[in-house]
């Protein structure tokens, strides 16, 4: 706290003017500024009275540093290994580490330098990174690599209550491949977070992280890890949606997979910029640029391991055809009134007449038939 004496006159005085910028920099509460302001106003009416500081306190109560040490350190900081570093593990890295977890990673190619930069420990060989026991090993590789990356691990050197995380973007394949593979005492916690480097470079807040606790040990101290895991997307402001495997496959075949698959259809089209282009044109030319960015190995990888992707495939085949014979439909029915309405109307107006002549025509042989029968009686 601070000593104040109206007694003494030396060199260290402060004006008040440098004591309203001390106080913002050291981030003083309200009510001792406003003691220090009464203060100055009694040493006026002091003869000689000067205000002298004579202690200020390292750690204030409201200090912003202090607060947003306690709130980082109210979490429990966990050991993740990430398996695969590339652009998807080296973006979650990034947050792992400014969380205050530590982040080792492994991957085929080398990537220590990125690694070393962004805090994290790089291992060549995957037995040195289990041997350091990670709490949970989270797999970043892409679809179609998972399995073969998944039975080179060295389980025997992991823990025997080690958590295994996927971030893949389909959740019924990694479910299955961790059951089948991964021995009885390894939790499982099989995740979406349905955003990427590109869509949160700006931040998590609001984008949808999907996940499924498939298998998780029921000693508390197991749950808490999962949960602390889970946690980390919480904090970021992530919108949070825990879901089963299947119905997220099932719904992701119905957004994602044709979002891709628009996407890329409208690449083959080549679409330039315009000096004219609309709202939804604009929005067309983006929808091809975010997903051109991904690997053709993720496109096929959604389409090959989500069981709901060619039912949606077929489901746009014919919904695309059905808008085909609807507009050449409509485009028929025109053309036979632009070109044949003319004649048409012709036609009509002859066959009326030839219509009525038939039949005043019959009416009059009618008639004379009636007469001629007449006479023939009499």
Not at 109 to 129: E, R, T, W
Not at 267 to 293: A, F, H, M, Q
Request: hydrophobic share 35%; charged share 25%.
């Amino acid at each position: 706290m601070i000593s104040f004496s109206s007694l003494q006159s030396s060199t260290n005085l402060i004006s008040p003017a440098q004591l309203q910028s001390l106080s913002l920099r050291s981030n003083f509460h309200q009510t001792n500024l406003n003691q220090l302001r009464i203060c100055f106003r009694h040493r006026r009416r002091l003869r000689g009275g000067d205000l002298v500081i004579r202690n200020v306190d390292a750690t204030q109560p409201y200090d912003y540093e202090a607060k947003l040490s306690d709130r980082h350190g109210s979490f429990a900081k966990l050991k993740i290994g990430i398996i695969g570093f590339g652009n998807f593990g080296q973006f979650l890295a990034k947050t792992l580490v400014r969380q205050g977890h530590t982040v080792l990673a492994h991957s085929r190619s080398n990537y220590s330098l990125i690694a070393g930069k962004l805090g994290v420990s790089f291992f060549s060989d995957p037995n040195d990174l289990c041997e350091e026991h990670p709490e949970v090993v989270v797999l970043c590789t892409s679809i179609l690599s998972t399995e073969s990356v998944l039975r080179m691990l060295p389980f025997q050197r992991l823990r025997r209550s080690t958590l295994f995380v996927d971030v893949l973007s389909v959740k019924e394949f990694p479910r299955s491949l961790f059951l089948q593979i991964l021995p009885p005492y390894f939790d499982i916690l099989c995740t979406h977070p349905m955003f990427g480097p590109e869509s949160g470079k700006n931040g998590w807040t609001g984008l949808p992280f999907v996940y499924d606790k498939v298998r998780i040990g029921e000693h508390e101290v197991r749950v808490k890890r999962c949960e602390d895991f889970v946690d980390v997307f919480r904090r970021e402001g992530c919108r949070m949606v825990e879901m089963s495997c299947a119905e997220h496959d099932r719904y992701a075949a119905g957004t994602q997979f044709i979002t891709h698959m628009m996407g890329r259809a409208l690449e083959k089209l080549n679409l330039e910029d315009t000096p004219i282009n609309t709202k939804g044109y604009e929005s067309l030319l983006t929808l091809v640029e975010n997903t051109s960015k991904d690997s053709f190995e993720l496109f096929y990888g959604l389409f090959l391991y989500n069981k709901n992707a060619m039912e949606q495939l077929e489901r746009m085949d014919f919904a695309f055809e059905m808008v085909k014979r609807q507009l050449f439909g409509n485009l028929h029915g025109l053309l036979r009134s632009q070109l044949f309405d003319g004649s048409e109307m012709k036609y009509k107006v002859e066959e009326e007449r030839k219509l009525l002549s038939d039949s005043s025509l019959n009416d009059s042989e009618f008639a004379s038939s009636s007469e001629s029968k007449t006479v023939e009686k009499n």
